[in-house]
């Protein structure tokens, strides 16, 4: 049975964590002996404003327009006429139906959540701190050559 993995270090941000498999990458560590942890993680969402009818149907209206133009191109691509036109004229009147269909749907989207939701956010995950961790058989060496590269980094300051 395999020893479980052995924390080499412990880092505030995960930056940190990734520069240490960097500098033991290019000291030909081999890395794929090692795993970042996140620990103590907590989802976090950043608000990042109201979102009301105007904003959900310009929302809509935009993803709508977007899908129903590349439909529509696509679609018009595939015709015997003359492959480009219809390509184009296709792809702008479906562009114009996408548009209205997806304001309407984000419309009637945004009136169903009774005003539970007005407001727009994006939602991330955070750790408390990242740990390197190691096979059992490698977590002498990579704690030595970090200890080595954070001796040789103070020297040179």
């Known amino acids: 049975m395999a020893e479980p993995d052995q924390v080499v270090a412990s880092?505030?941000?995960?930056?940190g964590a990734q520069r240490a498999v960097d500098a033991l990458a290019n000291r030909r560590f081999p890395v794929e002996h090692l795993a970042v942890v996140g620990v103590g993680l907590q989802s976090y969402e950043q608000i990042t404003g109201r979102r009301g009818y105007r904003q959900a149907a310009v929302g809509g209206l935009a993803s709508g327009a977007v899908v129903g133009f590349l439909v529509g191109w696509l679609l018009g691509l595939f015709t015997l006429v003359d492959p480009r036109v219809s390509a184009i004229v296709l792809g702008m009147w479906a562009l114009a139906?996408?548009?209205?269909?997806g304001a309407s749907v984000a419309l009637v989207g945004h009136a169903m959540t009774g005003g539970r939701r007005d407001f727009s956010s994006a939602s991330t995950l955070r750790a408390e701190r990242y740990d390197l961790v190691a096979d059992a058989d490698f977590a002498v060496k990579a704690r030595r050559m970090l200890a080595d590269l954070n001796a040789a980094s103070h020297?040179?300051?």
């Open 155 to 157: 020297s040179t300051r």
């Open 97 to 101: 139906i996408g548009a209205v269909i």
């Open 11 to 15: 880092f505030t941000d995960y930056a």
